[in-house]
């Protein structure tokens, strides 16, 4: 029997090189919880037909002495992200049916290391939302109370690894999809510096804020995700060349926001186990500085503007002409009404029409104008506090699981990402790692503590990272 609690893709790795289990019983282990687990959970979408065939030929590779760091591991992939000759829905109907043409750069990346390619996992409809309460297909349920979302739109991605239905996965993260749902699952939602991965392949969201994540259990297997699929790309146009962070002047200073921290709206026992996380790095020797970044708290009113106006501008293309669903009508445009209407869910039709309004003659420099010259200011502000420490830190959500329905209201889903979408709204890369457990009727709900650093600083969130969960 392999124990897939205590499994990570370090531990496998060694295992499976050390010939302790074969990639074919490792993946078994993980069909066979999925099939204990899945049902419930809703972490998948759907588990592929051949992934013992996968497992062969990983093995067979694996004995002809071929060695990479993914060999052999079973992953779960979001289904945004295109696998050739595989499904891929978008979690919404608009794409039901829906198979991929062409395989993602990141997915190429780990098709050369072997990988085996689990499943793929559910989301909010076209990622839009923060606990895939908007998924087409269902939600998908928190393992630490199944009463509870589990967060999102990775959210799929995140309980796959979280309730050990696969070693790691990758997600999407747009505002926080990757991070937001790791907190409230417990384990490591990794998003890089923007244009560090490549989105060649990722259905788009909001293009500039875009970026592929690591969804882990350990700093260290989000890192070795990490390792296989960033890099420039030509096949994406914003994708960087290398823009490594000298670690040279690593003052050893993290900063925090205080007033967005003890804001209002966030729950009293999130500001505690803050404060203890607080006092952990205080232990591991870094100095807290109090920082204050201008506009912070318009930050996610300006994204609530520029990603649904750039996600309205991507969604055009689904017409019912030339991919998925199709309505027949009396016209052209009438094709499109049908199409769109019974294709798109209610929040993605809600974010187009928010962006189309943005966008539009006469309120474009009032909305978009206006929230792409904050966003400007975001950068400077980051680059300033950035002068001065080496990272910051904040909690990732303001508060934890809540119940599956609980919030009808969407904006109150929108706050959840107060924390997460200035990284994404000036590009710089963030991790969210468990810090602890708050007891909510009489369940232990994880919570945990996001780290940015400037651009190209990954290196110091897998430190950081590393350090954190040593302490724990
Ligand atoms: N929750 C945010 C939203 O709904 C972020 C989504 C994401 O990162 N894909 O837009």
Redesign the pocket.
């Known amino acids: 029997m392999i124990d897939l609690t205590t499994l990570t893709i370090a531990r496998a790795r060694k295992k499976l090189d050390a010939k302790e289990f074969s990639a074919v019983e490792l993946t078994q282990a993980y069909l066979d919880e999925i099939k204990k687990k899945n049902k419930e959970l809703n972490a998948y979408l759907e588990v592929y037909d051949d992934v013992l065939d996968q497992a062969k030929k990983a093995d067979e590779l694996i004995a002809s002495g071929e060695s990479h760091p993914l060999l052999g591991i079973p992953l779960a992939i979001k289904d945004v992200i295109l696998i050739k000759g595989r499904k891929v829905s978008a979690a919404s109907k608009i794409l039901e049916n829906y198979v991929a043409s062409y395989d993602a750069t990141v997915i190429s990346k780990l098709k050369k290391q072997g990988v085996i390619f689990l499943g793929r996992t559910n989301t909010?409809e076209f990622?839009?939302?923060?606990s895939t309460e908007n998924s087409a297909y269902g939600v998908t349920k928190n393992p630490y109370d199944t009463r509870r979302v589990a967060g999102?739109?990775?959210g799929g991605s995140v309980v796959a690894v979280a309730a050990n239905l696969a070693l790691g996965a990758l997600g999407?993260?747009?505002?926080?999809?990757?991070r937001?749902p790791a907190a409230f699952c417990g384990i490591v939602g990794f998003k890089p510096t923007y244009g560090r991965m490549s989105r060649h392949g990722l259905i788009a969201?909001?293009s500039s804020?875009?970026c592929i994540g690591q969804i882990a259990k350990t700093t260290e297997d989000a890192k070795i995700i990490y390792d296989a699929i960033n890099g420039y790309d030509v096949l994406d146009s914003t994708s960087i060349k290398d823009t490594t962070y000298p670690k040279a002047s690593l003052k050893k200073v993290i900063g925090v926001p205080w007033d967005l921290v003890n804001g209002e709206g966030v729950n009293s026992e999130v500001k505690e186990n803050f404060k203890e996380s607080i006092k952990k790095l205080e232990t591991l020797g870094f100095k807290i500085k109090d920082i204050h970044i201008q506009n912070l708290d318009t930050a996610l009113a300006t994204?609530?503007i520029i990603?649904p106006a750039e996600s309205s501008t991507n969604l055009a293309r689904f017409d019912g002409v030339r991919y998925g669903l199709h309505k027949d009508g009396k016209n052209l445009l009438e094709d499109y009404k049908l199409t769109k209407g019974a294709g798109f869910g209610k929040e993605v039709r809600r974010r187009i029409l928010i962006g189309a309004y943005v966008l539009s003659a006469g309120y474009y420099d009032a909305y978009y104008g206006k929230a792409q010259a904050v966003r400007e200011i975001l950068k400077k502000e980051f680059a300033k506090a950035f002068a001065d420490v080496d990272m910051i830190a904040t909690p990732t959500a303001p508060f934890v699981a809540w119940k599956i329905g609980e919030k009808s209201d969407p904006v109150s889903?929108?706050l959840?990402?107060i924390f997460?979408?200035t990284a994404?709204m000036v590009g710089v890369p963030a991790v969210s790692i468990p810090s602890g457990f708050s007891k909510v009727e009489g369940k232990d709900l994880p919570l945990g503590i996001q780290f940015m650093a400037p651009h190209g600083g990954e290196n110091l969130l897998f430190e950081v990272g590393k350090k954190f969960e040593e302490m724990r």
Not at 127 to 130: I, L, N, P, R
Not at 172 to 178: E, F, N
């Open positions: 909010d990622a839009m939302g923060g999102g739109s990775s999407s993260d747009t505002g926080g999809s990757v937001e969201m909001g804020l875009d994204y609530y990603m889903v929108y959840a990402d997460t979408i994404n």
